[in-house]
């Protein structure tokens, strides 16, 4: 049986296993939600998937939502027994798909040093400032690069959806609301890929949907942080891109083949005006 783990850095309703303290979270929660019951692993695709080996007839997966802090009360073998890779049954597979960052260093699980590694975001930029010679700095645009097992595909950028106060917290994305498209000038779209290609690879990345935030410093961009899981600006895809940035994560970590990724014909576009 395929078991899915969601974490979330809000308040979850144990029993309801829904989301209670941010709209939000529980819009991220839900799209994921969605893109597993629709696309179970094993049932795109009729070919091995890279790294993959162990496919599955498609099931209906049972999924958990744990907050931040029932994840820290957890006894030791409760971690063990929510992240155990040991199956009963050949069938049986545990994808552990956390949405914060904000994770407690209390067990270890496959996605570990990519987390730990964007948590890390003053170290991060120094990594860039240092191999790529790019500048760094706060920044309120996200380039979305959906890292497949093959390679990487590129989404259009995502913005704010209005001018909103500065004063709010950056690391707390839930506070804001954002658009998608935002079309990009290739004098910026071309440095940004080759930037998150190089930084992906010099990670080592595994597949799954990034972030890359980034911002100006007059005519030039400069990188802020990356998320490694659809974080809240990926809601902008939600009936906007096809699939959309949470299916594109869960197609990527079930090693699941995505083609391209389609934006809307209806979908209004907007001008990036740089700062």
């Known amino acids: 049986m395929q078991r899915v783990v969601l974490v979330v850095d809000a308040e979850v309703d144990a029993s309801q ?5 941010s709209p939000t979270i529980e819009r991220m929660v839900a799209a994921l939600r969605q893109a597993i019951l629709v696309e179970p692993a094993g049932a795109s695709t009729s070919q091995p ?68 590694q964007c948590r890390e975001v003053d170290v991060l930029r120094q990594l860039v400032e240092q191999q790529f010679a790019w500048g760094t700095g706060d920044g309120y645009y996200w380039l979305p690069i959906v890292l ?7 989404g259009e950028v995502i913005a704010l959806a209005a001018e909103q106060g500065g004063d709010k917290a950056w690391d707390e994305l839930s506070q804001f609301s954002f658009c998608q498209p935002l079309h990009v000038s290739d004098v910026w779209r071309q440095p940004l890929y080759e930037l998150g290609f190089r930084l992906l690879r010099s990670l080592a990345a595994p597949p799954a949907t990034y972030l890359l ?19 809240a600006p990926a809601i902008a895809s939600l009936h906007v891109q ?34």
């Open 49 to 116: 998937s890279v790294g993959n080996p162990a496919l599955f007839a498609a099931a209906t997966p049972s999924i958990q939502v744990f907050s931040v802090s029932q994840l820290i009360h957890l006894e030791a073998i409760d971690h063990a027994s929510l992240l155990s890779l040991g199956r009963k049954e050949k069938s049986d597979q545990v994808f552990f798909c956390p949405l914060t960052l904000n994770l407690p260093n209390l067990f270890t699980w496959p996605g570990q040093t990519i987390y730990q």
């Open 148 to 154: 497949t097992a093959r390679g990487p595909l590129y």
């Open 17 to 21: 296993q829904q989301v209670t303290s």
């Open 213 to 231: 935030q980034f911002g100006f410093q007059g005519q030039t961009i400069c990188f802020d942080r990356l998320w490694p899981f659809p974080a």
């Open 242 to 275: 096809t699939p959309d940035l949470f299916a594109c994560h869960w197609l990527c970590l079930t090693r699941q083949p995505i083609r391209d990724l389609v934006i809307a014909a209806s979908a209004p576009y907007q001008v990036l005006q740089s700062g």
